[in-house]
Every structure is written in structure tokens, then in C-alpha cells.
């Protein structure tokens, strides 16, 4: 029997290089600030793993919640969360 599938470091809002898909860059500066306040105003126990440009729209914050799951907050060009997705 093969061993499982070992999960890969997910890199840190402070880390360099490529985010999560084709077309999406790390953010840095300012914008970084202003998507992870906004996305943790609704996960405020929440860990950054993660702020990016979104490939289906403008920004997107990868946070790892206190009681276990991942989610992806998606915030907009006026840094107001548009919508989230839960990642078991």
C-alpha cells in the first residue's frame, strides 16, 4: 500500500514567491494590510497563511482558523469582504 500524500509548507503572508494559482501574485505593501484587516475584522482568531490577487477577482486572504479549518476570505477593490470559502 502506497503512504499517503504528504502535504507540502503552505508559504506565509510574509513569504516570497508564487500564490495559490496561475495569474495570482503575494500582495505586499499597504493592500496586504488592508485585505488582512478586513478579513481578520470576520475571522479575528484566525492566522494569515496567505494574502494574494485573486485570479476570479481582486483579492483574496488565506486564513487558518482557530478551531481547525482554512478559509479563503475574498475582499474587493474597496477592501470589503465579498465572500468566503470553507477548506476542511
Excluded: C, K, W
Excluded at 5 to 12: D, G, N
Excluded at 65 to 85: I, K, L, Y
Amino acid at each position: 500500500m502506497a503512504a499517503p500524500p504528504r502535504r507540502m509548507p503552505t508559504p506565509t503572508a510574509t513569504d516570497e514567491g508564487g500564490g495559490g494559482h496561475a495569474g495570482e501574485e503575494p500582495l505586499t505593501g499597504d493592500i496586504a494590510a488592508q485585505v488582512e484587516a478586513a478579513a481578520l475584522a470576520e475571522y479575528p482568531d484566525a492566522t494569515v497563511v496567505r494574502l494574494e490577487t485573486d485570479s476570479d477577482g481582486v483579492y483574496e486572504a488565506h486564513l487558518e482558523t482557530a478551531d481547525g479549518p482554512e478559509v479563503t476570505v475574498e475582499v474587493d477593490e474597496n477592501f470589503e469582504v465579498t465572500g468566503e470559502e470553507t477548506h476542511p
